[in-house]
């Protein structure tokens, strides 16, 4: 069983910077796509960025690109979301998925993903 497990949340001003991982187990990766979704109050759950992890090919939404980077560490099965230029409109609760068979064409619904994390909060003030 798929188990994915996120930390690093919290709160951060303005301008600030955080790092989020995504510890996966329980199956072996290399024909998946791992990606990052996050979800407003009130709003749908949305695309953040994604990553191949066997090719390390990454996808990411306007709304981040250039701020965010997504980056997978082979030997720990982790994968992490960096984020620089926070602004509050980031705020969110931040989700690790994981696609089965998403490393050639990497997905940017959630319908195509799998296998969920619990979330972790991102909080930035103003």
């Known amino acids: 069983q798929v188990q994915l497990v996120e930390s690093g949340g919290g709160l951060v001003q303005a301008g600030g910077s955080l790092r989020l991982s995504c510890a996966a187990s329980?199956?072996?990766?290399?024909?998946?796509?791992m990606g990052w979704f996050r979800q407003a109050p009130g709003k749908e759950r949305e695309f953040v960025a994604a990553?191949?992890?066997?090719?390390?090919?990454?996808s990411y939404s306007d709304s981040v690109k250039g701020r965010f980077t997504i980056s997978r560490d082979n030997v720990k099965n982790t994968v992490y979301l960096g984020m620089n230029s926070l602004e509050p409109e980031d705020t969110a609760v931040y989700y690790c998925?994981?696609?089965?068979?998403?490393?050639?064409?990497?997905?940017?619904?959630?319908?195509?993903?799998?296998?969920w994390g619990q979330g972790t909060q991102v909080t930035v003030s103003s």
């Open positions: 329980g199956h072996t990766f290399s024909t998946y796509a």
């Open positions: 990553i191949s992890w066997s090719s390390g090919k990454t």
């Open positions: 998925a994981a696609d089965p068979m998403g490393n050639i064409v990497i997905p940017r619904t959630r319908i195509s993903y799998d296998y």
